[in-house]
């Protein structure tokens, strides 16, 4: 989580990511950081994120974006 | 001809009963759109707006498209906006038109009014009941000229006052003309919309739907964080023809898309208004084969000037051309003596030229000007900033700026316009915007007591979305150059790093 906070706080560290809950309605997320996010997760926690879970909801919070990414890492 | 709702009426009598317009909640057919239009054309001429900027505050719908389009049938210019432009763009526009008239519905009114608006608010639902009166409506478009204003749409200006780009009935028709050659549209085609209502972007989807009784459907903002709903979306919905800001198209390709889904039904793929990763673009007609273009235009010329279609492979670190002119339209290459050549700033001649700022003589005298090649007579041309270059092939190429203007998520912004946001804020006494263009990252270094959360909170509700810096910087003093201006070198390093 720290590693993931981490990356979020890097693209937009003005945004406390611990509390906020509806990060692409609310459009702190947008097309462009979602593409730098996904490529930063796939490199640091060394996983795929398929193309299918790339949705407003996955990106919604911080802790709904981990539990994806631990989602991942147990398939293996 | 003299606009383009008589293209809209051709349309009626040749394919009444097609879906034109259409978003997720409904189809309007070319009989409902042109109906809607006499309606609220009607209603406004009966409130008493005459030849008058009529402001547009409505959800991003099929039915706001059709509203835009009413308005002109009453004769009256339509002034587009979006909630999503925040409370100082939305209240700077109204300060700068003071329309009269505003369509909006029971949602969108506290918003306006919030903002400043003191006029007549029509509501939407109400327009849409009204009878129309052809008598009225025929007397009011008996007195439109196709040089009058269509509509007024604003973008960012240095000063921190957003300008209103005035642009006329002429200029949307030829665009049309040549929209349908560039785009080669048919009625067949089905787009696929991006753009918001209240930028000129639209008018590719909006006026190629009404020229060549074509389709288009707006697609959900959302989607656009989300790649595979998305191309499903496409597929569902059989779109042909995108003409996207590059970030649409990135989230597609960059991230493993086309290994789950591909688009089936596209055969066009235009995008725009910045660099498209030479990478992304490989991928892009690796998997989907469309033609693919390149377009490039000012807001200040009706939207698009110029377009080349990628005719070869490119390899990184080779620059996409913006290709040639729109026929109709001409490329002048001035030099900083007003010479031409083959390399200096874009300026642009032709019916395409809007009129200029609205109220704002002085910003339209500096950007609109005389074309210095033709002393003998008055022409004017428009300089964009932007610098171009002939290249070898003889294609137009990209160069980026002369000024402070810069392309961010498929939007212009003036970092002025940011750093006059943020002098308005209790707190901040000096602020310096600077743009990352490798890592596309906006941050605004500030001085003064607000604290950074507080400033973050008062651009959120003053600024659109696009324009928020990622990264805000507290400084304890501004640096400043010798000549005592802010030091905006220095102001990158310490926001981005050296």
Known sequence: ?76 | MKTILEDLDLQELLRPDKAAFCDEREQLTFSQIAELTRRIGTALLKAGAEREPVAVLLPRSAKTLAALLGVMRAGCAYVPLDAEMGALRLGSVFSQVRPRFLICNTDTEPAAREAGFTGTALQIEKLERQTPDETLLRTAYAHILDTDPAYIVFTSGSTGAPKGVIGKHSAMLDYAAQLKKVLRVSAADVFGMQAPLYVDACLKELLSTLRCGASLWIVPKLLFSAPVPLVRFLNEHKITTVCWVVPALTLISALHTFEEIVPTTLKTVAFGSEVFPIRQLNLWMQHVPARYINLYGPTECTGMSCWYEVDRVFTQGESIPIGQPFDNTEILLLDENDRLSNEGEICIRGVALCHGYWNDPERTQKAFCQNPLRPEYPERIYRTGDRGKWNARGELEFFGRIDNQIKHMGHRIELGELEAAALKIDGVSAACAVFDAERKRLALAYTGECAKNDLTAALRSSVPDFMLPSRTVQLDRMPLTENGKTDRRRVHAICFGA
């Open chain 1, 1 to 76: 989580m720290e590693t993931l906070l981490e990356i979020l706080s890097e693209l937009h560290p003005d945004v406390d990511f611990t509390k906020e809950e509806r990060l692409v309605e609310r459009g702190i997320l947008g097309s462009f950081d979602i593409v730098m996010l996904v490529t930063r997760i796939e490199e640091a926690f060394d996983v795929v994120i398929p193309a299918r879970l790339i949705t407003p909801e996955t990106f919604r919070s911080a802790d709904a974006l981990y539990a994806v990414i631990e989602s991942l890492g147990e398939d293996d």
